[in-house]
Every structure is written in C-alpha cells, then in structure tokens.
C-alpha cells in the first residue's frame, strides 16, 4: 500500500505545533492550515521532479549533507516547539527553497498566498519553514528502507497518485504556461478552504496513468531553463565590490581581500573541470576560479590574511535571504569543496557604516550563514565551514562615498585547511 507522505505531514501541523506557526507568521491557525494544503504538495511535487533528473542523489546528499534525516527535524512538533525551532527552520529553509526551486520559488509563493489568503511574506516564510521538515520526514522513511537513492525514488514515486488531489494551479506554478492542460485531474469546484482535508486516504483513480502527466509537462520547462543558464552572462549585482585598486587600510588583524575584479571584468564564462571529473561553467576572473587556483597552488600556504569575495551573490535589500540568482555561484563553491575534500573554508559578512552598529553586526553574520547554508544545502558537510560576520569593520573602500559603501558590503570567502 502506498504512503500518502502528502497527508501525513499535513496532518502533523495540529493543535499547538499550527498555532506556533501561525502566531509566528502573523496569520490565523485556519489559514495556515489551508496554506498547508498548498505548500506541502507544492514541495512534495518540486522535489519529485527535480529528483527524476538524477535518480535521487543529489536530493539525497542534500538530505544527509544537512543531516535532515535525524534529530528534530524528523518530527514536525519537536523541530516548531524547540527554542528558536521556528528561526532554525527559516534560516535553513529559505536557501534551500533557492536552490532547488530556482525561479519558481516567485510563482509557487504567490500560488499559496492566493490559495490561502495569507499575505505573500507569510506564505514566503511558510515555505521556507516547511521544507526542512518535508525533508526530514522524507529522510526518515528512507533511511528506514533502505536508505539508497531507489528507496528515495520509490517513496517520491508514490506520491503521484496523491498529488491528483493537489488544490488547483500546482501544475501550472510547477511548470510553465503550456502545463495548464495538466490540471484537468483537480477538481474544479474544490474550494480553497479545503485544500488541507483534501489529503485524505483515498482509493486511486482507475486512471492511474494521469500520474505521469505533471512530471512529463516538466521536461520542456526543465530544458529551456538549462539554455537560458548557459547563455546568461554574468550580473552586477549589489553586494559584490567593483574594482579594487587600492591596498585596505592597516588594521590589526583585518583580512586581506584578493580582488574579485568587478563584475564588469570577470570574462567571458569557461569552462573548467575539477579532479572529480565535475565541470564547472564559470568566469575566469570570478571567485570560483581564484578558489581553486589557490587550492592547487602548493605554494600558497593557508593564510588568516587571505580572503576571496564572491562576486555574483544577491541578497534581498536589508535582508539576509538570498536570492535565485545567487544559486549558481553557491552550488560553484559547493562543487569545489566536495571536489577537494580535504578544503575546510571560513565565510565572513560585511556591511558598510550607515545605520546602527549592533544591526550590522547582526545583518553581517546573518548573511554569511546564509551564504553557508546554500552551500550546506548542496551536500557539503557543515562541519567544514564555518561563518561570522564582523560588520562595518575592516573596510576595503571609503565609506564616504556610494561606490565605496557598495564595495564594503560584500561576503568573503576564506581557505582554513586544504
């Protein structure tokens, strides 16, 4: 028989766990509830469909890589109720979203908040919040049969037939314009309100080939995405300094930024493969390729001094959540680190000098974990990183200016063992 993973999950936000959620996201328990509905087939279908692309491995390393298949996170009411359970889950969940929604997270978020009536911050922060959950719950019944990227298919697998009880619009935020025929398996005179009871146990439909519909409407969508990533070239982007020409100021103990050369001097993309036989589509002046250049380089010595800055990171305005465009590069620096296992990093944060003191500290760190939960929620293991934001200090440029103030707020990254 198969397991309605869908339903249960749903069934695991009661009572005090969706009061918590909902106190926190601002909404009431009934909308949340029916928010659910939305958000957890929503995740469960992208997943599905972002796994079919490799047999589960990548999905499955992201999973053991945040260790999501243990500890809390493989009980919903635990992982919420758990001091600061709900900031833990965002702070995860948001770069995670990222990188394996990409540009659909835009759609899938304003899906909800329609299907809900929640605000489009809550339903952002809802989806956020679900997903390290949704992966820990999926986690668990892997490792408990089996624990290999077939027992992950098979439990994805199963979720199609219960994925036709899906609220209106899924298949439509899932894929693009033309998988609208799909949705002709919902309901439509289901009403939002009951999306969440939706999910009951049911019989499957003699029509059971329907289930292939969603995720054969997926691959045009999947491939026109991969042309559009080989041909997009490199972005100006506001939390990267332009060209550094001058030497920063002596502070004791201040890092020493090798200059990523602005973005407007990265070069054209190339293409440079790793040890591990991985190819990496890169600029040859951007960080990735300095990274690795150093890592090879025997004559280059770990260093407290020497620092790298990303150059194609994006962050919300005054807001540590990364952006999709921000994906590439991480998933770049993932690569790498799994590439040269032996490579432990440090990721520093910093701000430029407007505003309060305290807040930039705080921005600053906030942001250089998140840069490291992108990279973590890649399959890299946390234990070889670390991340600390350090502020308004040690700046590169004069803050007295604009240009200079865009080139101190900036995320660096450091080699601590290779």
Do not use: C
Not at 18 to 23: D, K
Not at 246 to 266: F, H, K, M, N, S
Not at 381 to 388: F, G, H, I, P
């Amino acid at each position: 028989m198969s397991t309605n993973l869908i339903a249960q999950i749903i069934n695991e936000f009661r009572g005090d766990t969706l009061n918590g959620v909902a106190s926190a996201l601002g909404e009431t328990p009934a909308k949340t509830q029916t928010a659910l509905g939305g958000v957890v087939p929503a995740l469960i279908g992208g997943l599905a469909a972002n796994a079919s692309s490799d047999q589960g491995h990548s999905l499955l390393n992201i999973i053991k890589g945040n260790k999501l298949d243990s500890g809390s996170f493989t009980d919903v009411a635990s992982a919420v109720k758990a001091p600061g359970g709900i900031n833990t889950l965002l702070s995860m969940g948001r770069p995670l979203m990222d990188s394996l929604f990409g540009v659909r997270v835009g759609g899938i978020t304003d899906w909800v908040s329609s299907l809900s009536g929640i605000s489009r911050s809550s339903s952002s922060s809802l989806l956020g919040l679900a997903l390290p959950l949704v992966l820990g719950q999926i986690g668990k019944r892997v490792m408990g049969s089996g624990g290999g990227a077939s027992s992950l298919m098979n439990l994805l697998g199963e979720q199609r037939q219960f994925l036709q009880e899906a609220p209106a619009g899924l298949a439509g935020v899932l894929g693009d314009a033309g998988t609208r025929h799909v949705e002709t398996y919902v309901t439509e005179s289901r009403r939002p309100a009951a999306a969440a009871a939706a999910y009951q146990a049911s019989p499957r439909r003699s029509a059971s080939w329907l289930w292939a519909l969603p995720l054969l409407a997926l691959i045009p969508l999947l491939l026109y995405f991969l042309a559009r990533r080989n041909d997009e070239p490199a972005r100006q982007v506001q939390t990267t300094p332009t060209q550094q020409t001058e030497q920063p100021r002596a502070v004791p103990d201040a890092p020493r930024v090798i200059p990523p050369g602005g973005t407007a001097g990265l070069g054209a993309f190339i293409e440079r493969t790793l040890p591990d036989n991985v190819a990496l589509r890169i600029p040859p002046n951007g960080v990735e390729n300095k990274l690795i250049g150093y890592i090879q380089d025997p004559r280059q010595t770990v260093s407290t001094e020497t620092w790298f800055s990303f150059d194609r990171l994006e962050f919300e305005p005054d807001s540590a959540t990364l952006l999709p465009s921000a994906s590439e590069q991480l998933q770049n620096i993932a690569a790498i680190m799994k590439a040269y296992p032996a490579v432990r990093v440090k990721i520093g944060g910093y701000t430029d000098n407007s505003g309060d003191p305290a807040y930039n500290l705080k921005l600053s760190r906030d942001r250089a974990e998140a840069a490291m939960n992108g990279i973590a929620s890649q399959g890299v293991d946390r234990s070889r990183m670390e991340a600390e934001g350090y502020g308004e200090a040690h700046p590169i440029a004069d803050n007295a200016t604009p240009q200079g103030r865009q080139r101190n707020r900036r995320i660096d990254i450091r080699v601590t063992n290779k």
